[in-house]
């Protein structure tokens, strides 16, 4: 993002920079530290799986004492464990009804090579023997028809972590029954499963209160990344839970900070965590890329300063004292985003052109520019939209707080919220009904990883957690298990090459997705983000899929192109503070050389999107076609080097709309909501609307406007036909404050 007052500067303009990357290794509680997978292991089991010879089969029953689930039990005293338990004279019964099923889950992906079944009288006559690697897409091992009962082994050939005896027609009036089911695996040749656990790498800095030369560590860090804006560097620092004193965290590029306790005031810092903007001249806009999460802060005179623009989330922070979101001198800034956070002072936001704070409590709010909006925020200022910036929702509807990594004791797990209801005010110290993932849950990915090592990981049940690096991809990341959680540290970068699609996330319950970027390849790929198969349309609201702290970035760090950069087609997912930008700055920047149609798509129904960030280009900033959504806070600017009006007509207008809800649409609701335009190519264009919505009763969106930057373009009306045009060259917004 670049504003008015920067409009001299060239677009091809790219900030140098700095040396050889810094090598800080992770200080890792000895109990959690466990030798790192090797990056290159699966790519060559893979290649010596084409021509292993066959695995020799293992007389021990894999099953044995693992956990099992079924289709249904005949009653308490026949449960599935009971057909894994080694027992004779215990079974498991299903109900009298087809088809019925019992599986056991091996706890890894194994070569499977024979399977046991002792069955009671009551037996199948079809069935199938089934292997998974992630409990939900089967493949059949072996198909049987006409049996007779009785014990039967099976030869068999694949792999999976579980295994499923499948019923489709009994041999008896009663259900099935097993006495006991025995699955034998491979004891060589075979592809060895992805490890959990592991240690940090070498970007992620654990300190504690008495680690030597603390300040030193982050002084080191902020040189090298300072100005960084399109390195390589990644680092995570993660504090351990006691008072620090004396701290200055200064943050720069791809850089972040967390406490690893359970709540933020398990980690005291007196002292400070600072973003300012003395690498830029005192202009802030450009603050990108860095977070701050799960600490208290005494600021040393009081107040502490965050000046950032956008994707620089400061989420569940006490701070005691107040909080300045301008530069050193005031200068122009242009964020941001707060959430779940105590702010016992003031919060001055003075030259911050919009932002948007969530679910926090704040002890005053002072001014703003344009654009100031909160959902559940204690404190916060009345709505006054029509002489002021505000808009000021009493809670949020729908929300569940990111994911963090925290210790418990010597083992480092994920704690991950639960959802909340018409939330108001922080969550913690409760926690109420979040649950711990330990970290041998997770495959921690460190650089050098491969995508097919990846989605090995997924397919045998386990989570992700991405460290802080950069990671090129050959095939999409298919995250297609309920539950699983996708984890960034220290703004983990994915950049799919090849034209390959990034993320593909299927249409299953509770996906958590956070804290990392995707980053567009130089050839163009289809989608960067899916959530959701195209046509998605399973009921998650009780458990929906979240995507917070996802940003998306066409060019900047070189050229990348894509035609759909996230696309929603599940329901009821909630998108949480994202970034989505096609670069108007950095290297690869043209109008054809990174381009990018569309920013945020939303086909499913009762999608909320809090904190939606959305910029440049080349045709719908976001277009909304799901049935009952909702935004709370949208900040946009059309892409600044159109070339000119003929590049952008279509339909017998000038311009895509920033914000489009499609004419199908019969309820959607929107509040704070604002589209800027700076149109450096050409300042004559004048763009027809902001925002395009069908008019129907069931359609609101409250606090909308449009703004011209110093007049390189302007805009005929803010939504549909309606509003005043922006004109000259000062920065006066046209506003509405509801339509219809």
């Known amino acids: 993002m670049r504003r008015q007052r920067l409009r001299l500067r060239s677009l091809g303009f790219a900030l140098a920079t700095t040396a050889a990357l810094i090598t800080l290794p992770a200080q890792l509680p000895a109990a959690a530290a466990q030798a790192p997978l090797s990056p290159d292991s699966t790519a060559a089991s893979s290649a010596a799986g084409n021509t292993k010879a066959a695995a020799a089969c293992s007389t021990a029953n894999a099953a044995q004492g693992k956990p ?18 080694g027992n004779n004279g215990t079974r498991w019964s299903s109900q009298a009804s087809d088809p019925q099923w019992v599986r056991v889950d091996l706890g890894s992906v194994q070569d499977i090579c024979k399977v046991d079944l002792n069955w009671e009288a009551a037996y199948g006559k079809d069935f199938t023997i089934q292997a998974s690697a992630n409990g939900q897409d089967w493949t059949t091992l072996k198909s049987v028809t006409g049996g007779t009962g009785g014990t039967a082994s099976y030869d068999v050939s694949g792999s999976g972590r579980y295994v ?14 097993l006495w006991e ?28 209160p008495s680690t030597p030369n603390l300040q030193a560590k982050f002084d080191q860090v902020f040189t090298q990344q300072e100005s960084n804006q399109f390195g390589s560097g990644r680092y995570q620092f993660l504090m351990k839970p006691g008072t620090y004193n004396g701290i200055n965290a200064q943050l720069g590029f791809y850089t972040s900070i967390s406490g690893l306790g359970l709540n933020p005031d398990d980690v005291k810092i007196n002292g400070d965590i600072t973003v300012d903007a003395g690498w830029f001249n005192g202009n802030a806009t450009q603050n990108f890329w860095r977070s701050a999460e799960n600490l208290s802060i005494r600021p040393v005179n009081g107040t502490d300063r965050w000046a950032v623009a956008q994707a620089a989330p400061f989420r569940r922070i006490h701070v005691e004292g107040g909080l300045n979101l301008a530069p050193a001198g005031y200068g122009w800034a242009s964020g941001g985003y707060i959430a779940d956070s105590k702010i016992d002072g003031t919060v001055g936001p003075y030259s911050q052109q919009q932002w948007y704070t969530r679910e926090s409590s704040v002890g005053g709010w002072t001014n703003g520019v344009w654009n100031m909006t909160f959902s559940g925020v204690q404190g916060a200022p009345a709505t006054n939209f029509d002489t002021g910036p505000y808009t000021t929702l009493d809670t949020t509807p ?41 970290l041998s849950q997770f495959y921690v990915v460190k650089p050098g990883a491969t995508a097919a090592t990846i989605n090995a990981a997924l397919a045998q049940g386990l989570n992700l957690l991405f460290t802080p690096g950069v990671y090129h991809l050959d095939q999409t990341i298919n995250v297609n298990r309920a539950n699983t959680v996708v984890l960034g540290l220290g703004l983990a970068t994915i950049v799919p090459d090849n034209g390959v699609d990034a993320m593909h996330v299927a249409d299953v319950d509770g996906v958590r997705l ?3 970027l995707i980053d567009a390849g130089a050839t163009k790929s289809d989608t960067l983000l899916q959530v959701g198969a195209p046509g998605s349309s399973a009921d998650h609201a009780a458990n929906p899929t979240t995507v917070q702290d996802v940003f998306v970035r066409i060019g900047g760090a070189g050229p990348g192109l894509a035609t759909h950069s996230m696309v929603i087609n599940s329901d009821d997912a909630i998108v949480d503070h994202t970034w989505i930008w ?16 569309y920013g945020l798509e939303v086909n499913g129904d009762d999608v909320l999107a809090t904190g939606l960030f959305v910029e ?10 799901g049935e009952r959504g909702r935004t709370i806070f949208f900040q946009n600017e ?36 604002g589209s800027y335009c700076n149109f450096t190519s050409d300042s004559t264009i004048v763009q027809h609307h902001g925002f395009q919505v069908p008019v129907k009763s069931g359609v609101k969106l409250h606090s909308i406007q449009v703004i011209s930057l110093g007049g390189k373009g302007q805009y005929a009306h803010v939504v549909n036909n309606t509003g005043a045009p922006t004109s000259g060259s000062d920065t006066i917004p046209s506003k509405i404050t509801s339509f219809p």
């Open 68 to 85: 099992a689930t079924a289709s249904s039990t005949e009653n308490a005293g026949t449960p599935a464990a009971s057909a894994f338990d």
């Open 582 to 597: 096609r670069a108007d700055h950095g290297a690869g920047v043209g109008w054809e050389t990174n381009r990018a149609d």
């Open 398 to 438: 729908i929300s569940r707080e990111k994911p963090f990594l925290y210790l418990d004791g010597n083992d480092y797990k994920v704690f991950v919220p639960a959802k909340r209801t018409n939330a108001r005010g922080v969550s913690w110290p409760a926690n109420a009904g979040g649950t711990s993932l330990p």
């Open 616 to 625: 440049h280009f080349n045709k719908y900033d976001v277009v909304w076609s």
């Open 181 to 208: 089911v025995a699955v034998h695996t491979g004891t060589g040749g075979g592809t060895p499963p992805v490890e959990g656990g592991g240690d940090l790498g070498p970007n992620v800095i654990v300190v504690d």
């Open 164 to 177: 499923r005896i499948n019923g489709t027609a009994r041999g008896t009036g009663y259900g099935y029954s």
């Open 638 to 673: 059309k892409a600044y080097d159109v070339p000119n009006s003929a590049a952008i007509t279509h339909d017998g207008i000038v311009g895509y709309a920033a914000y489009k809800v499609a004419d199908s649409v019969n309820t959607h609701e929107a509040w704070g909501l």
């Open 514 to 516: 956070a804290g990392f």
